[in-house]
């Protein structure tokens, strides 16, 4: 198994943060490379927003 074949496997998500049926019909309109950096853009944000919420958890912001 290739290495990002493990992560995607492995990686587990909280509700919330997962890709709605609406935003893969989105992406998959973008064309095949189009949506791939699009993926990764949506993933990044999504990371962000989990980020920004926990420190506020924390009281860090």
Known sequence: MR???KII???KIKTGYDMKIDEI???KEKGT???IYSAF????AQG???IK???K???MI
């Open 3 to 5: 290495n990002i074949e």
């Open 41 to 44: 853009i949506y993933g990044y």
């Open 33 to 35: 490379y189009e949506s």
């Open 48 to 50: 962000m927003k989990t």
């Open 53 to 55: 919420t926990e420190m």
């Open 57 to 59: 958890q924390r009281g």
């Open 9 to 11: 496997e492995e990686t």
């Open 25 to 27: 019909f989105t992406l």
